[in-house]
C-alpha cells in the first residue's frame, strides 16, 4: 500500500510539474500515466474529468484527489483518503515550490527576456494540448470503441444521446451567451437524466 501511495505521488508530482496551462493540458499526461499505467481507464478518466468539472475548485486537483481516492475504495476509507491526500499533494506540490523561487528570485526573473521567450513558446503547445483533449474526448463520448492509441476504429456503436445532448447545450448558449457554466453543467445534467432516462 506504501509503494502504490508513493508511486500514485510520484506520477502527481512529475504531472503538476510538467504542465503548463491548467488542468486541461493535463490530461494527456494523466493519460499517459495512468491509463497507460493501467491504474484507471480511459472510460474512468473521462467520467473523473466530468466530475471534476462539475464539482467547486481547480480541475486538476479534483482530477488527482478523485483518482487517488478511486485507487483504494475498495479496501478501507481510511487508504483512500491516504490515496486522495497522497495525489493531491503531489499535484500541487510543484506549484507550490515554484511559487517560492519565484518569490524568492523576485520580478527580474519575471522580466527576463529568456522567460517571457518560454512562456511564448509554451503557449501553442498548451492550446494544442487542450485542442487535442477536447477532440480525443468528443471522438470517445460519440464512438465509444475507438481507440486512437491501439489503432481500433470499430463504429459499430455510436452514441446518438450523448451528440443530442451537446447539439441543444451548445444551441442554447449561442442564444444566451452570458449563460454561466453553472448553470450549463446543471442543463447538461438534467439532459443526461431525462434523455438517458427515457430513450431505450
Known sequence: MILTLLNLFWMFFKIGLFTFGGG????????????GGGYISADALINF???SESTPGPVAVNM???IGFSQFQNESIFYALFGAFATTLGVILPSFIIIL??????SKFLQSKIVNHAFLGLKPVVI???ISVSAALMVRAALPNIDFENLIFDF????????????????????YKKMSPIKIILLSAILGMLIYGLIP
Open 24 to 35: 486541461y493540458a493535463m490530461i494527456p499526461l494523466i493519460r499517459d500515466e495512468l491509463v
Open 101 to 106: 523561487l519565484i518569490a524568492s528570485l523576485g
Open 156 to 175: 459499430s456503436q455510436f452514441n446518438y444521446k450523448g451528440l443530442i445532448i451537446l447539439i441543444i447545450v451548445g444551441a442554447i448558449t449561442l442564444f
Open 64 to 66: 488527482a484527489t478523485f
Open 128 to 130: 494544442g494540448l487542450i
Open 49 to 51: 474529468i466530468g466530475i
